[in-house]
């Protein structure tokens, strides 16, 4: 499977899980859509398929500038 199958895959489980349980997370505001959280879920699920074995803490401020 190539990364960009794996990466669509991953994005359509972390959407599925994120949609279930959205409402139950501690970042979870009254109010809130589970479409508010999704490109934040993409990019996490997208960056450990890319960047297997390096924690969070290595990726954080790489994420963050994504993400803006």
Known sequence: MTLARLVNFGSTIVDEHWRDRFDAE??????????????????GAQSRLESPGIGFGELEDDLATQYR
Do not use: H
Request: hydrophobic content about 30%.
């Open 26 to 43: 501690p970042c979870y505001a009254s109010g809130m859509s589970c479409n508010d959280c999704v490109p934040a879920c993409q990019l």
